[in-house]
């Protein structure tokens, strides 16, 4: 059996109005599954 994975990056506006919770509310509700999250600041 294949596993897929899909990366998702999140822009900063949606961290900065607090939308994060949301956003992988409305991923688990399409039905995927959050296996890990790490928040990074880049520069």
Do not use: Y
């Amino acid at each position: 059996m294949t596993v897929q994975r899909t990366l998702s990056i999140l822009k900063p506006d949606a961290t900065e109005r607090n939308l994060t919770g949301a956003i992988n509310a409305m991923f688990e509700k399409a039905g995927f599954r959050i296996v890990a999250q790490k928040r990074l600041q880049l520069s």
